[in-house]
């Protein structure tokens, strides 16, 4: 694996980030909680843009045209890829932004300076990805014209090259950035290889996607970049996985003594979900049967599962302060840590409730068999007993 030989920490790594921003015209914006702002039809908080959609969409944003931020996002659609290198439930987005400024081919040759030049990446190692066009748009050829200038290799997608918030709204083509982590020289494609690995997105938000699915132009040219910060942080700082990078420092000496787990995979999903149920209850969210807590609730109850698996007796009670005072301190949440661990502790008890009804429940001569759609549906809705949960009830 090719590592880096920085020895910049998370904070320094945004202190370069903001600075460089603010040194080519962009003025820092306070990054919002995780709750999306009203009317905004998903869940949480997934980029850095959701804030500024009203903007984006030709509304004057009062500190001008150039931003740049650090934005705290939770991706649903990555729970199942979290314990892997790469994903979080939980992370923070760091984002620049030109709200009908300058266009795609001068933020692809900032973005190139900073990670060259202020990140100290080797330009050998980085492959950039360019929308090749459609029957709808034609391919992103300055986007495309400044990598080939730069002298950095190209690839050509289609759907891997377009961002949308959605079925309809705000959408564009986009260019991402590749860092290649395997050994030796660089070798075939991102689209062909997983060792490379992508770390900055810059869409150039362009249309505006009608129920149709017919596109017309915005009011103005924007471009909204995004960089997963611990990823970043892993590649740069030389580790293995996201959750080997400083930010995780103190969640890899307290967990595993705490709850020895026997693999990687599990003691990152422990690690991460947890973190993030941090940072959820943290933003106001409490666990319910639906939207945001319910999220938080597959959050707790996944950790559970999988701390449960080899010794039943373990309890989220013996979670340490110190892990959550730090991710609270991290993410800039004023909250007293006692509160977050009343609210799992609960979660916890709620759990071991909901378990030992459940085998009371599917102990019963109708359950005993094979199930079927009819009994997963009564199971829901009349005893409150997800199909996950069943299923994993059945297996004990």
Wanted: glycine share 12%.
């Amino acid at each position: 694996m090719n590592t880096m030989t920085t020895d910049m920490t998370t904070d320094e790594i945004v202190r370069r980030f903001v600075e460089y921003y603010e040194g080519r015209g962009h003025r820092r914006i306070t990054g919002s909680t995780l709750l999306p702002p009203p009317g905004d039809p998903v869940l949480f908080t997934t980029s850095g843009m959701h804030p500024l959609t009203p903007y984006l969409e030709g509304r004057p944003h009062p500190l001008g045209r150039r931003l740049v931020n650090v934005q705290r996002c939770l991706r649903t659609t990555d729970l199942d890829e979290v314990g892997d290198r790469t994903h979080l439930t939980v992370f923070e987005m760091l984002g620049s932004w030109s709200l009908g400024d300058y266009e795609g081919p001068q933020s692809l040759d900032w973005g190139y300076g900073l990670l060259t030049e202020g990140f100290g990446i080797d330009p050998r190692l980085l492959h950039a990805t360019v929308f090749g066009g459609d029957e709808q748009t034609g391919p992103d050829t300055g986007s495309l014209e400044l990598w080939q200038g730069l002298g950095v290799p190209v690839e050509l997608t289609v759907e891997d090259n377009w961002w949308s918030n959605g079925p309809t709204g705000p959408c564009g083509p986009d260019s991402e950035i590749f860092l290649w982590t395997g050994d030796g020289p660089p070798q075939s494609t991102p689209t062909g290889d997983e060792r490379w690995v992508e770390i900055w997105n810059h869409v150039m938000m362009r249309h505006r996607r009608l129920d149709d699915g017919s596109l017309v132009p915005l009011p103005q040219r924007n471009v909204d970049t995004g960089l997963g910060l611990e990823r970043l942080s892993s590649l740069l700082q030389g580790r293995r996985s996201v959750f080997d990078c400083d930010v995780f420092d103190p969640w890899r000496r307290l967990l595993p003594p705490l709850w020895p787990l026997g693999d990687d995979s599990s003691l990152r999903l422990v690690g991460d979900h947890l973190r993030s149920s941090v940072v959820v209850i943290g933003d106001g969210v409490r666990p319910s049967n639906t939207g945001r807590g319910y999220v938080l609730r597959r959050l707790v109850r996944r950790v559970l599962t999988v701390l449960w698996r080899e010794h039943p007796s373990r309890t989220l009670g013996d979670l340490p302060e110190e892990l959550v005072r730090h991710t609270l301190d991290r993410f800039r949440q004023d909250v007293d840590p006692g509160v977050v661990l009343g609210v799992l502790r609960e979660e916890e008890r709620r759990f071991v409730s909901l378990l030992e009804r459940g085998r009371r429940i599917l102990s019963r001569p109708r359950f005993r068999g094979p199930l079927g759609e009819e009994d997963f549906h009564h199971l829901h809705d009349t005893h409150g007993l997800p199909r996950e949960l069943v299923l994993s009830l059945r297996q004990e």
